[in-house]
């Protein structure tokens, strides 16, 4: 692949993907919104508090799709047909297996789950409860969504792919309005509109199979553990960045309380939803690049591969920049837009938050890329660690140190340092991966 063909689709990957990211992302910005709006400060709490299930949810099924979907596009590049089959099949058993556990969950563990999420007794627990059980019912509609995207998205097909998470994630805004406002059914009405955009997206995607444009196909084969821990040894980091934006919103939720008590939660909230928006744009970058980089890996056309990733951080970066200045100079309008009872001292809270959280964007951007980058080349071991260190092994520790010397602004610190720390690592294996591959190379020459 020329590097010109290799740009067009660079910039035809990335822009789908960052666009049917951010769609969404935007549903989980939608209930934010309104929720704030019909339901006030206690609907916002109790929605910030099941995010982290969400983000399980949600990372669960880009576990699978990007771990299969990496698979199976280096597969297809090498000539095997009936292994990238395989590995389609299995990703698809993988997913049930995984909604059966977010299944029994609903329905025999939602009230302790919700318990162990911060909620005390009272209408936020009740909320919460509501909300998080109904999540956790339409948990297979959720991880065949993301499953199929991944692979349609690496079956040359990117624009099917993106219009599917736009058209359910538009979806769940109008429908979010409908339920809420006009219908009256409070934050059963959000979760409803919610676990429609998936099933919306699904609907989208088959489109894929009617038009018989699928390379892909369900095989009669036995599961086998091998091809299991493959796909889920690819996707983990994927995973991982998904949990961890949960994992963070639960540790932050509960000093924050400490702190600054629901107010507190509720300014998070906004910053979490805006947050989810951004990370959502780097890894629409990221998935975007995912096939091409294991297209030309598979090829054996590594220059390509550094190629594409070049520009991918490249364009992370203007794009963070432009994000830190509309928060910058934007924190108080943001604020007001979920701020629906006007109350001062939340407002307050956001904007200081919203000026220092958002400091992490171009650390966090590369890490996300990096590991990513070292998922697409199967270099499993360092896409794990860059993802653990920013998920739980740096940043939960960081909370706690930095929380208790600063108290709120430590806890705003706490994401961009450790995202600084980590992109330092991720370098740090980039620069000796590749003086690796210069040495193989000038070897074999």
Known sequence: MKKNSCLIDFFRYTSLNVIGMIGLSCYI???????????GANGLTALNLVIPVYSFMHGSGLMIGMGGGTKYVIQKSNGENENANKTFTHSLMLAFIVALVFLIASLFFSGTITSLLGAEDGIIFDMSKTYLKVLMMFSPAFLINNLLICFVRNDNSPTL??????TGSISNIILDWIFIFPCNMGIFGAVIATCFSPIISIAILSVHFIRKKNQFHIVKCKPSGKIFLNIISNGIPSLITE???????MIFNIIILKISGNLGVAAYGIIANISLVVIAIYNGIAQGIQPIISRNYGQGNKKNVNFILRYSIITMLIISVMVYLIVFFGASGITDIFNSENNLILKEIAIKGLKLYFIACPFAGLNIILSMYFTSTETQRPAHIISILRGFIIII???????????MKGVWSAFPVTEFLVSIIGIIFFFNLYKKSSKSTHNNI
């Open 29 to 39: 910005l939608g209930d934010t919104f309104f929720v704030s709006k019909g339901l």
């Open 161 to 166: 792919s993106m219009t599917a998470m736009l």
């Open 243 to 249: 949990v961890s934006s949960g994992i963070v919103i």
């Open 397 to 407: 520790p960081m909370t706690f140190l930095l929380s208790s010397l600063w108290e």
